[in-house]
């Protein structure tokens, strides 16, 4: 008797193929695979070119600070050797044009004597006003004793008198003390008239040594210039070496 098999309908109605279904599934695995090994060169690429464009980025930076740095140094120098030339312009001007500019000092400080003396411009000025000052004072202290005015207002009259008299007082004071300083000066000018040639020179000694003094500065500066070329030489001097 012919036994029936029940697995048999199943078999016909899907046609299960174990080989080629083993045959898809290692396909799929494959391409998985190709896609995953495609993908991760081009992150690494990606990866390694920002790495590549933030470090050129770094040095462009590097690079423009060393710059600005070598200009100020430059700059620097310039400036120095500017300074350092007017203060030798001055050491070396003709002597007729020393003398000249020395004459319109003294004569400078002669017209201010003049305005100091008594009569002059600046004296008589004070006087005036001191003069002024005291007869306001008199004015507001009659009306401080005036008994047709109330006690503020004589409080504030007598207020006001006693700043004019202070201000009268310090008028003749600052008189006082023009005339102190006039003499003194006075006698300096003396001096240096009798013997200008002298006090010319005692000039010019200062000026030279404040001349000299200046190249320092220059010298300084140099070094700063020379320091900054050696810094922006080193990596160029250190890859020749290498190679």
């Known amino acids: 008797m012919r036994q029936l098999n029940v697995f048999q309908p199943i078999h016909a109605a899907v046609h299960f193929n174990p080989n080629e279904t083993m045959k898809q599934i290692h396909l799929f695995t494959a391409l998985s695979l190709v896609a995953t090994f495609a993908i991760l060169p081009t992150q690494g690429l990606a990866q390694s070119v920002q790495v590549r464009i933030e470090a050129g980025n770094a040095a462009d930076a590097q690079?423009?600070?060393?710059s600005d740095e070598l200009t100020k140094k430059v700059n620097a120098l310039k400036a120095s050797i500017e300074k350092s030339k007017e203060a030798f312009k001055n050491v070396n001007r003709t002597k007729e044009s020393v003398i000249s500019a020395f004459d319109q000092n003294l004569d400078v400080i002669k017209a201010a004597l003049k305005d100091v003396t008594q009569g002059g411009e600046i004296y008589s000025l004070v006087t005036e006003t001191g003069k002024k000052a005291e007869d306001v004072?008199?004015?507001y202290k009659e009306k401080a004793t005036d008994p047709k005015k109330d006690v503020d207002q004589q409080r504030k009259y007598k207020k006001l008198a006693d700043e004019f008299t202070s201000q009268r007082q310090l008028a003749?004071?600052?008189l006082d003390k023009i005339e102190i300083q006039r003499e003194l000066l006075q006698k300096s000018l003396k001096l240096v008239e009798n013997d200008k040639e002298f006090f010319l020179d005692e000039?010019?000694?200062?000026d030279i040594a404040v001349a000299l003094k200046g190249v320092d500065g220059v010298l300084k500066a140099m070094n700063e210039v020379s320091n900054g070329l050696d810094q922006i030489m080193k990596p160029t001097a250190t890859a020749q070496k290498t190679e």
């Open 172 to 174: 003749y004071q600052q």
């Open 63 to 66: 690079q423009q600070s060393g």
């Open 137 to 139: 004072a008199k004015i």
């Open 203 to 206: 000039l010019l000694s200062k």
